[in-house]
């Protein structure tokens, strides 16, 4: 473990403990099992029926999955992988898919983040930008704090010359009922360092990740 950014902190997940809020179920899975069968009532339907007899676990088990990232371990994501290198040139994931739930409606957004970050002396495994993404991902959101999320635990990680993320997705909430603009993509950026402060790097990240939005 190479993780050495601050030296009175020794874990990830000491320096990031302000980012990642974490949660403790305080009723029981039988509770939770059983909201799921009143909504079911409320909606008309018949809890008891052979195709919904064991839907309020499913949904637990799908919505527990799907907020997952509450509890996920950021030491435990990141194995070590944070490692000392002497590089200084734009490091780019793109098209690292998201699947969050929108904290107004629990309904999904789905869509793409791009992150990039210039390094100071610290490099990360590439697959561990996405599994930062994944684990903020995996939270009831609005958009521009998933975004601002990846950002500032990168940044807190590495310590790098700078951090750029940029997240286009869809809202199911916007597509599926309320206002239903199924073409509608909702783009959010958050630039830390040299991309706040020099527009060329920006400029430069921007023209790597062009391209249309849409799904695969
Ligand atoms: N800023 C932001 N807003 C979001 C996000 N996800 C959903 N929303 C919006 O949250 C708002 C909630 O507005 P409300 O008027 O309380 O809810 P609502 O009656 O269901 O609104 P409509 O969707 O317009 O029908 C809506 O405008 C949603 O589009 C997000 O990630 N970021
Ligand atoms: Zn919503």
């Given at each position: 473990m190479t993780l050495s950014i601050r030296p009175d902190l020794t874990s990830a997940d000491q320096v990031l403990s302000s980012l990642t809020a974490?949660?403790?179920?305080k009723v029981t899975e039988a509770e939770m099992m059983q909201a799921v069968r009143t909504l079911l009532i409320g909606l008309g339907e018949d809890p008891d029926r052979e195709g919904l007899k064991d839907t309020p676990k499913r949904v637990m088990k799908a919505l527990q999955f799907l907020?997952?990232?509450?509890?996920?371990?950021?030491?435990?994501?990141?194995?070590?992988?944070?490692f000392t290198e002497d590089a200084n040139e734009m490091v780019l994931v793109r098209d690292i898919?998201?699947?969050?739930?929108?904290?107004?409606?629990?309904?999904?957004?789905?869509?793409?983040?791009?992150?990039?970050?210039?390094?100071?002396?610290?490099?990360?495994?590439?697959?561990?930008?996405?599994?930062?993404?994944?684990m903020y991902g995996r939270r009831l959101q609005v958009q521009?704090?998933?975004?601002?999320?990846?950002?500032?635990?990168?940044?807190?990680?590495?310590?790098?010359?700078?951090?750029?993320?940029?997240?286009?997705?869809?809202?199911?909430?916007?597509?599926?009922?309320?206002?239903?603009?199924p073409g509608s993509w909702t783009v959010s950026s958050a630039m830390r360092g040299v991309f706040a402060e020099d527009s060329r790097t920006r400029e430069e990240f921007m023209n790597l990740i062009r391209h249309n939005a849409n799904f695969h």
């Open positions: 974490q949660k403790q179920p907020t997952k990232g509450y509890t996920d371990s950021l030491d435990e994501l990141l194995n070590g992988a944070v898919d998201i699947f969050s739930s929108c904290e107004h409606h629990i309904l999904p957004i789905i869509g793409r983040a791009h992150v990039a970050y210039i390094p100071n002396g610290k490099v990360i495994g590439l697959s561990k930008i996405a599994r930062i993404c994944e521009e704090r998933l975004t601002t999320q990846i950002a500032d635990a990168l940044q807190n990680l590495l310590k790098p010359q700078g951090v750029a993320v940029v997240v286009e997705a869809t809202h199911m909430c916007m597509v599926m009922r309320g206002v239903q603009k």
